[in-house]
C-alpha cells in the first residue's frame, strides 16, 4: 500500500534549518498494522503527516496504491485524503460545537454522501463504536474514553483503507486505553491498514511490527514475533 523511499523534509527559519526527515524509507503493506517509535523530535509527526497528505515532502518518493503522490497538489492530495484516509489524534479533535452525531457525519458531507445514507452510515458506526448512547451530546459532555470512540468512528465513517493515528490512548487512563487499542484490533482485523505513532511499548505490542525511527531515519523495521 505504501512505499516510501528517501523522503526528505525540511523546516526553515531565518535562522536555522532543521532536517526533520532525512532520507527515510519505508513500506507498509495492505493489512498491516504498524507502529512506528522513536524519541521525541525523531520525526514521526512530521512522517505523520505527509502520509496523511496533509504535508508534502521536499524530496523522495511517496507512493501509495501504486500513485506517486510526492508531488501531488494541495487538491489532489485533499482529494486521495478524504477518500481514503481516517485520522485518530491524542487530543481526539472533534469539534466542540457539533453533536456526536454531527461530528462522524461530518466526513460523508465532505464526500458527498445523501443525508438518507448519511444517517444510516452514522448510526451504524456509532452502534459498533457503543457510543449511540450518547450521539445527541457535545464533546465536553463525555469522558476522554468515550471522545476517542467517537473520533474513531468519525475516522472510519468513510471505510477508509487506511488509519493513521497518533498517540491514540495518550491522553487515556489505562482501562480506557486498552478498549480504543482492541477497536483499532478489531478494525484491522476487519481489513483496514493501521499505522501508529506512539511512545507506549505496551500499545505497540498490538501492532504487527514497530518501525523505530532516529533522527529522521529508520533504524529498524523489526517483525514482531
Ligand atoms: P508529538 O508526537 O506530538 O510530536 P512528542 O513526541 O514531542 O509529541 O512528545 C511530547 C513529549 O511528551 C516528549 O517529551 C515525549 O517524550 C513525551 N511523551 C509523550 N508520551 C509519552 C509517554 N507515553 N511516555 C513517556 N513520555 C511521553
Ligand atoms: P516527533 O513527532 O518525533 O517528536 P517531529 O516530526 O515533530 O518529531 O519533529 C522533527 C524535527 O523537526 C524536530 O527537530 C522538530 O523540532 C522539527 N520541527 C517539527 N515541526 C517544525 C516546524 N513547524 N518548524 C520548525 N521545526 C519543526
Do not use: W
Amino acid at each position: 500500500m505504501i512505499k516510501i523511499t528517501d523522503l526528505e523534509k525540511y523546516y526553515r527559519t531565518e535562522e536555522v534549518e532543521t532536517i526533520a526527515l532525512n532520507k527515510l524509507s519505508m513500506n507498509v503493506n495492505t493489512g498491516e498494522f504498524v507502529a512506528i517509535m522513536g524519541p521525541s523530535g525523531c520525526g514521526k509527526s512530521t512522517l505523520l503527516n505527509i502520509l496523511g497528505m496533509l504535508d508534502d515532502p521536499d524530496g523522495g518518493s511517496y507512493v501509495f496504491n501504486d500513485v506517486e503522490v510526492a508531488h501531488f497538489n494541495e487538491r489532489k492530495r485533499a482529494d486521495l485524503r478524504k477518500h481514503n484516509i481516517g485520522f485518530v489524534f491524542q487530543s481526539f479533535n472533534l469539534i466542540d460545537e457539533l453533536t456526536v452525531f454531527e461530528n462522524v457525519e461530518l466526513p460523508l458531507i465532505y464526500t458527498g454522501v445523501p443525508s438518507s445514507e448519511r444517517v444510516k452510515r452514522v448510526e451504524e458506526v456509532l452502534d459498533k463504536m457503543q457510543i449511540m448512547h450518547r450521539r445527541n451530546h457535545y464533546p465536553q459532555q463525555l469522558s476522554g474514553g468515550q471522545q476517542q470512540r467517537v473520533a474513531i468512528a468519525r475516522a472510519v465513517v468513510n471505510k477508509p483503507k487506511l488509519i493513521l493515528a497518533d498517540e491514540p490512548t495518550g491522553n487515556l487512563d489505562s482501562s480506557n486505553g486498552n478498549e480504543v487499542m482492541e477497536l483499532l484490533t478489531d478494525l484491522n482485523e476487519q481489513g483496514t491498514t493501521i499505522i501508529m505513532v506512539t511512545h507506549s511499548e505496551h500499545d505497540a505490542r498490538y501492532s504487527h511490527r514497530i518501525i523505530r525511527l532516529l533522527d529522521g531515519q529508520t533504524v529498524v523495521e523489526n517483525i514482531m514475533i
